[in-house]
């Protein structure tokens, strides 16, 4: 490796490694079977729970918290490790009180929340008792150009009045969600970048309606899901403003480059693991008087795949590294580039597995299918990959000029 | 046009587009929200059977069949044009009876049927009264290499027992489905090309086994599916065999080609639909400071698409125009090769106009997900690229040296 | 074949065919070597000139030509095939006297050349007895955007006076090389598209100064070369203006469709051979235990090329097609996408052969790295990919909405 | 930096970096102008040695060379970042006496040579007073598989007798080139990998007959250049055997390491230095009404560059450090990995700037036409992907299975 893990993210590594194998796997098929078998795919499947019983135990918790008295302290390029492995498998997140959107909220509101909101939303999503959503993207505009964003929030009193039509806020169908940020204009007149907040929104406030489930490639995602939430004439105290109004970017920009690690990285993980499915299935099936893992096509496939796989890697904890050594700004091409790289690389991967797996690869008797879906919608999230390289072009050209 | 349209075709081609326009789609929305409503969705829309009635009242029916006196007698080049038009809306083919697989099997009763069997299934499935499966892939082996296929149908006195594992069996879960074509081994001991039959199985006979629906990337395809069926011992009558003992592989050669045109063809027209909805799109939206339509990278994807399309589609109206003229064996490579275009080229522009339309793009608020599923699934169905590439390299080769 | 030949083109190219095994293959070598043998990289090889007797005499001349008193009155898709032929010989084109820019320069001749301009350069390049230049692009600007061309063309009196810089005049350093075709401004003022005017510059005026010679990838295209010609206060009759002042553009637009299907098709033609290299080469050489045409690997690679070669082939004739039923003009975004279709495939194709060759493949003891130097040169006559892009996707964008 | 550069490495960084600036970029031209002025080419051109004594008085000498005694002692991982600033320059890894194939060819001698063989061909290589070159690959067979290799070097007596034939064998046109490594077989009968040995033919030794000049893509790569050599009969004493017989298979695996670092160091420096050129170029030409750097597409273009670069490099340099931490042999699969990563990479950067520059850029006016030559041999040398990628899925499944 070029550079060492802390002594802490090796041990961590190792005892999520164990963990993975004995716990995790194991059970990806039993939490299928639950959320089939019940009636309601809106509830969290008991398996989850009790998963997450004994991750905490094993002091595998809120590992992705660079704060040390709240999360482990782990630096960017640490935590990039253990994403990866938490990747491997759809379930693994959560168990580990890791996953998105709540790890960015929580983030958020360990660096902006006042104590009064720390107390109130922090404290239950660290102990991964409710779940969260981040309201961001509108239905009405390209959402890649933030200044786009139409969302009202307006003050009246001691209150502010919420007017917003959402979409794509994951986690918004789970039960034990409570708690939603949302992203809006306090003042339309204000300089671009100071136009927008973030405001905390309880889920139980009169006018949030969760308008409609959105799928993803024909998956539900169920227990979690995507929702169109529809924020009418919402009324929440003036206390729940986040950092302060006008400063919506400068939260996101904030939340920006380690979620976008940790997106990266659990693709990366994806990738590995559809790899090992492929090497596996290729070296189990024949055609034509041979194995499939004897062919060359099929070696080729393999090995475009690990070149593939350890270039975004090395430029996943690259950007971690920069982030931690010089801070979110002076990464900032970093930060768009994996954003690129990533997923791309994931798409090329899964979609390799898939065609090797034939028929069995589009169903859902493997994870392929799932997983490249996931992929496609990470390179659309936060902006298609034209907004990004537009940036990485601006920077570079900026540099160079 | 390189050649023109016969004028029977010419003007089928214009009633159909019409058509397109005033029943199809318009009605899409209406079959999809009928078919959330319904409370089974293996139930059939009862708008497909409304719209069924219109296009056979316009003789827009059975336009596939080359056959001039069970079908409309048109040449393969001239039918891709119209498949090409049906390909554009999901709910298209089946509402001129020109859906797979009852194409495929309606074509091979036409020329390899008895008169009993036409009698009892070609009839009413030219009515489109009943649907059909065919069973040939089959989940244990690689099913690219058709040697490879293991289910077993045994002569017993006056009938045939079979004994098959398939799946992938497209249109199983319909309610109206009453006959499989099945493939399998009659011999194992032949030479390797005569070792496989195809016969015909009424659903309902005993031992037939709809075991359970296969997704594809989530989507259910409802209400026909695609399914894995069990046949254990089977039992049906000696005259139920196709053509004769051993000569599975050569019905399964006949089918084939047309088979290959047809899916292509509605390929190419899902490719143009997407394309349509990519430039609408990017000009109803704005970012950073202008439409996306109006955006060098923009215009660059959609004339990317533009070539792609128009390649693939002149590839495949050539390979139909070569199995016209010379027929399909002379047609191999033609055909080998728009199996890889054709998709390829699909998944291309679709990607393109997902990426356009961003989080939109992977939701069913518009088919483009869904497109893209069918043309990824195109991809596998008859075998990988890396089968296709195979048999053209093999008689490239034959010919150069 | 989608469309037939007429039977004059079938004939030509069954003469055409055998010319070229008998004299054309069998000469490369003789030409190469008289070329090396010679003190002089700037004469002509002897073999050139006997062997365009030998076509002369066979009828094989000036096939290009649709003119039918000038030439042989063959359409653009009839020529096609013809052009495909010679394109794979880099000696062949000139052998028929069907050699750009020769050619574009004697359709413009044909088309627009008063009697006394037709005697005095028409008639000599069709005997093959001179040569000609075709001076447009500019060393100081972007010259695919060709409003920014800035060379001058004033009237003077009975006279023009040319102050013009141009590179890429192919051709300038042969020998035989004895006049110009100029596009430069008459008129700085006039609409965008009236202000350049194309003109006839012997090549013995005083002031035209062949500047210097302009390799390609290393190579010095001996004997005809591309030159650097600086036109220095140049004074030709005024009767040597072409069609009118300010109609430059009219007669670049009518020469571009002919002469991109003309490129398109010898790029064509050398990605044929080049693939036909790679499979004799591929059957010749062992590694691995195996002949490299038995690898699975290669044969993908045969296929892809032959996949992408019927492709760009049919687009072509397609292209060249709409332009003899509907004319150029309709025929526009066909003529753009050939130009990026036909050396972007040929560069692939050839590329792998190289990749086969192994380093015999970069060097001169086979003509694949010529090939692909030439192709890749192609992609960047008449503006790079761009450029053809943004015209398709205009033409597509105005169609659509 | 993921991994800090040692601080005798930083240090002669910054020099390097100056001397770049200081003596070699603007020396480029003058060396051209020399080489072109003088009678042969084949003679070097004065610039050279002036600058290899600058060099060396600023300590910038030999820098490649692991070895503390002999130089610098640099790590892998250190000296690739300098091999990178160094390849930016076609003439400056001589000037710093760390150019192909001398550096090879060095490190031999000094792990394998003897006390006389190093005080008669290591002295003067190190002090760039002569030069040398490697014979491994043969015309008659497939290289890449190194079984193939069909030379023989037969002991007789106290000598040994050298019959092959070679080619590319770098530098051998160089006047002042006097010594050889050869590669052949000793024992056709030995088990594979103990066949071949290594030994050292002085070039004016009676046999050695330097047959012809082997051009790449039209360039000839003077004063250097690449050849034929047909060894005939050549006797050398047995004492120039390097190591022992039999062992030409390790010692050619001992410097392969090292070696393809400084290869895809040198590329990466070249795409770096080809982005350069691309940005500002860009910066200086418009089209259709904008600055060529303004367009979205160009600047897609800029950031897919910056991307693939970064991914390469940090590919490269993981496996530098790989070779240093764990030895060759452990890293062989990253030494696979960047053969194909950074050629690959360097094509499409420079590629994409010879699209920029239109036909600016297939000529001699930049070195972009040249570079691309490289990296395309480059592609070629040691193997194509092909070879590697093989190698690679070797070790994936190994390890996965």
């Known amino acids: 490796m070029l550079k060492e893990l802390s002594s802490q993210a090796q041990h961590l590594r190792e005892e999520l490694l164990d963990f993975m194998e004995e716990n995790v796997y194991p059970n990806e098929s039993v939490f299928e079977e639950q959320l089939k078998a019940q009636e309601d795919r809106w509830q969290v499947p ?29 630096s960017n390029y640490d935590y990039a490790h253990l994403c990866e492995i938490m990747g491997r498998s759809p379930i693994a997140p959560e168990i580990f009180n890791c996953n998105a959107p709540d790890t960015g909220n929580m983030e958020v509101l360990v660096k902006y929340g006042t104590e009064e909101q720390k107390k109130k939303w922090l404290e239950p999503l660290l102990k991964g008792e409710i779940r969260s959503v981040f309201s961001m993207t509108e239905p009405d505009v390209a959402s890649s150009d933030a200044t786009n964003i139409q969302s009202s929030i307006e003050r009246d009193g001691d209150e502010y009045v919420i007017n917003a039509k959402k979409w794509w806020s994951t986690g918004a169908l789970d039960p034990r969600c409570q708690i939603a940020i949302v992203m809006g204009k306090t003042d339309p007149h204000a300089e671009k970048h100071k136009q927008q907040s973030m405001i905390l929104v309880p889920f139980d406030t009169p006018g949030v309606e969760v308008k409609r489930h959105l799928p993803v490639f024909g998956y539900d995602h169920a227990p979690h899901g995507h929702a169109e939430i529809h924020y009418n004439n ?61 062919k060359g096509v099929v070696r080729a496939q393999i090995a475009e795949s690990r070149l593939e796989i350890e270039q975004a890697r090395l430029l996943t904890l690259h950007a971690a590294n920069k982030i931690d050594q010089e801070g979110a700004k002076a990464a900032r091409k970093e930060i768009a580039m994996i954003k690129i790289a990533a997923p791309r690389m994931a798409l090329n991967v899964i979609d390799r597995a898939i065609e090797i ?4 690869g589009v169903s859902d008797d493997f994870p392929l299918a799932a997983y490249w879906a996931d992929a496609r919608t990470l390179r659309i999230v936060d902006g298609p990959d034209q907004v990004h390289l537009r940036d990485i072009a601006k920077l570079e050209i900026r540099e160079q000029l």
Chains 1, 2, 3, 4 share one sequence.
Do not use: T
């Open 357 to 360: 797996f034939g028929a069995a």
């Open 234 to 294: 919402v009324r929440v105290p003036a206390s729940n403003m986040l950092l302060g109004e006008g400063r919506g970017f400068e939260i996101a920009q904030g939340r920006l480059g380690p979620g976008r690690i940790h997106h990266c990285m659990r693709a990366i993980g994806k990738a590995e693991r559809a790899l090992e499915f492929l090497v596996k299935r290729a070296n189990s099936r024949e055609a034509f008087h041979s194995k499939l893992v004897d």
């Open 46 to 74: 008991p398996i989850m729970e009790e998963l997450k019983v004994k991750a905490k135990a094993k002091g595998l918790w809120n590992l992705f918290l660079p704060d040390e008295e709240y999360g482990k302290g782990l």
